[in-house]
């Protein structure tokens, strides 16, 4: 079993602490947290150990899972790393493209594997599909949330379309060559709304829209490609599946059959590819575990979180901010 500590014990540490704890991949000596009171809290809540000093906690393990805020990943990271720890972190990898860049030249520099905690890439939605999407021309995403203070510290963008940007970039084997974004304040200092459109080299569009000031929760993503419509809600795990294929001489009864100007005649059909109930967090925690044991390249990559942050990036650099 892997040794792993964590750093951050807030609302996503605490899950994180729980899951490693029940995990059969994982041995968890302890956790970290600058707030010296949550820290002690939290020991004695739920009797895990309690690290005052993250060095002594850094020292005992293999493996060190950073949940602390956007602003300190860079930090933490760049010391796990440099004392030879494998390093899974939360999304956003780091607040800028420098610091990431940075951590893949130490991630090579002293041989260590690192995770980017892109947790929708093991949503059973996602993954339920994900091999059915084949050279996407088309992407619209919304994801949009109620208002929840923890996440103000950084813009919409790197709190919740980095998820779509991500799982965008893993279906589009593309570069990104243009970018048209717009980001409206409206409660905190930075962008609470944004709107990105991204265009790429082999001519996918993606339009992508997120929110976190909504009356309503929505996580969803359509991908359009040439003869198939995938539809990913990633709230509500469900996938909706509609394809295209030469219709039949002889159409049944209740075939769908769709005929152009040119009288090329299509049939419609739907599949319903199986969703397996899981737990992303665990699974993405779980696999890290499995890309070290068995030396292979994490699920997503520190390259990946970086590629993810790059873009992220770009749509906040590309717009003016609005305030209402």
């Known amino acids: 079993m892997l040794k ?39 020991a004695e809540e739920f009797g895990y150990t309690y ?20 602003l300190s990943h860079y930090d933490c990271a760049k010391k796990a790393i440099e004392k030879g720890k494998h390093i899974f972190i939360e999304k956003p990898i780091t607040t800028t493209y420098a610091e990431a860049e940075h951590l893949l030249a130490l991630e090579k520099e002293h041989h260590i594997k690192g995770q980017v905690g892109h947790v929708e890439r093991f949503n059973p939605a996602f993954t339920a599909v994900k091999d059915a999407i084949h050279e996407p021309m088309f992407i619209e995403t ?15 963008v790197l709190d919740l379309m ?53 009356l309503k929760n929505m996580r969803k993503s359509r991908f359009f490609q040439k003869d198939a419509y995938i539809s990913v809600d990633f709230l509500e795990k469900k996938v909706e599946v509609v394809k295209m294929k030469d219709a039949p001489e002889a159409p049944g009864k209740f ?23 899981n737990n992303a967090i665990l699974d993405e925690l779980e696999s890290f575990a499995d890309a070290i044991n068995n030396n292979t390249t994490p699920v997503v990559s520190l390259e990946q979180g970086t590629q993810a942050l790059k873009v992220a990036l770009q749509i906040i650099e590309s717009f003016d901010t609005k305030e209402i």
């Open 162 to 214: 980095i998820h779509d940007i991500d799982a965008i970039l893993s279906v589009v084997n593309s570069d990104v060559k243009q970018i048209n974004a717009s980001g409206v304040s409206v409660i905190s200092k930075s962008p609470d709304i944004a709107n990105a459109r991204l265009e790429f080299q082999n001519g996918c569009v993606a339009n992508l829209t997120a929110s976190r000031i909504s």
């Open 142 to 156: 919304h994801r949009l949330a109620e208002f929840n203070p923890r996440g103000t510290d950084v813009p919409v």
């Open 255 to 277: 075939d769908m059959v769709l005929q152009n100007a040119e009288g090329l005649k299509k049939q419609i059909y739907f599949e319903n590819p199986k969703i397996e109930a």
């Open 51 to 70: 690290f005052k000093n993250m060095n002594d906690l850094m020292d005992a393990v293999d493996v060190i899972d950073i949940v602390t805020p956007t």
């Open 4 to 42: 792993v500590g964590v750093l951050g014990a807030g609302h996503l540490g605490k899950i994180h602490l729980r899951l490693l704890n029940e995990s059969k991949e994982y041995e968890l000596v302890g956790f970290y947290d600058a707030d010296i009171m949550n820290g002690t809290a939290v």
